[in-house]
């Protein structure tokens, strides 16, 4: 089991900045491949951000390309994202993922590839 707790969430004004931190525990954080996905009321969870189990490999969504950065440092069991130029369009709750990898060094980007969430963060973007 692998528990997730993320925490970086608040009020920002259009323009700032944010970083979301994901703090894991239980089993070895070093072989899962991780990723971040957002969802508002009424909508699907959306998919952000993946990293591959050793942060080498990343991707994201066309919507955060360019402004949004994972990163994840197994040393210290933390996966990251730092979010810039924000938007009212980002609002959402944001939640981390995981899933064991095998070291295989691929990323997912769908909400079913990922069997440990973490409870939620609110990140609110005002205009």
């Known amino acids: 089991q692998v528990q997730l707790v993320e925490s970086g969430g608040g009020l920002v004004q259009a323009g700032g900045s944010l970083r979301l931190s994901c703090a894991a525990s239980?089993?070895?954080?070093?072989?899962?491949?991780m990723g971040w996905f957002r969802q508002v009321p009424g909508k699907e969870r959306e998919f952000v951000a993946a990293s591959s189990w050793s942060g080498a490999r990343t991707y994201y969504a066309d919507s955060v390309k360019g402004r949004f950065t994972i990163s994840k440092n197994n040393a210290v069991n933390t996966l990251s994202l730092q979010m810039n130029s924000l938007n009212p369009q980002d609002t959402a709750v944001y939640y981390c993922?995981?899933?064991?990898?095998?070291?295989?060094?691929?990323?997912?980007?769908?909400?079913?590839?990922?069997?440990?969430w973490g409870q939620g963060t609110q990140v609110t973007v005002s205009s």
């Open positions: 993922a995981a899933r064991y990898d095998s070291y295989s060094g691929s990323y997912y980007s769908a909400a079913l590839d990922y069997n440990y």
């Open positions: 239980g089993r070895t954080f070093s072989g899962y491949a």
